[in-house]
């Protein structure tokens, strides 16, 4: 089998459509006993795909994503709007990066704030969809 391991989505918000990128795995253990063809990418252009979703990864990083919003949601309670501008929400290193600057002596005593912050939302046990 060849598989297409997703590493990277992005979404066009002006068209809707999701863009998968990743890493084209392909399956060499074949039975003809020529080994010349192993690292040749084959062609997918016209075949019928087969798209399964591993649901056990889907979940956590559906979680991951959550918790992205959830980071948006301790910053508004901590009354810090600085406009998101960039999410990645995969397990290597997840993050939300905004626009804005925080001056060096407000950081510590907002991230104080952002730690009660997350301890309420947790609390709380807000249901998503």
Request: proline fraction near 5%.
């Amino acid at each position: 089998k060849t598989k297409i391991l997703v590493e990277n989505v992005l979404l066009d918000r002006d068209t809707g459509v999701a863009t998968h990128m990743g890493t084209l795995v392909m399956d060499n253990n074949n039975d003809d006993g020529d080994d010349d063809d192993d690292n040749q990418r084959p062609s997918l252009v016209g075949q019928t795909v087969q798209v399964m979703v591993n649901a056990e990864n889907r979940k956590i990083l559906s979680e991951c994503h959550t918790a992205g919003h959830v980071v948006d949601m301790a910053m508004a309670q901590c009354d810090t709007l600085l406009p998101p501008t960039k999410g990645y929400h995969f397990l290597d290193g997840p993050y939300v990066e905004y626009k804005g600057n925080i001056p060096a002596d407000q950081r510590g005593p907002l991230l104080e704030k952002l730690q009660t912050a997350f301890q309420d939302l947790v609390q709380a046990d807000i249901e998503t969809e």
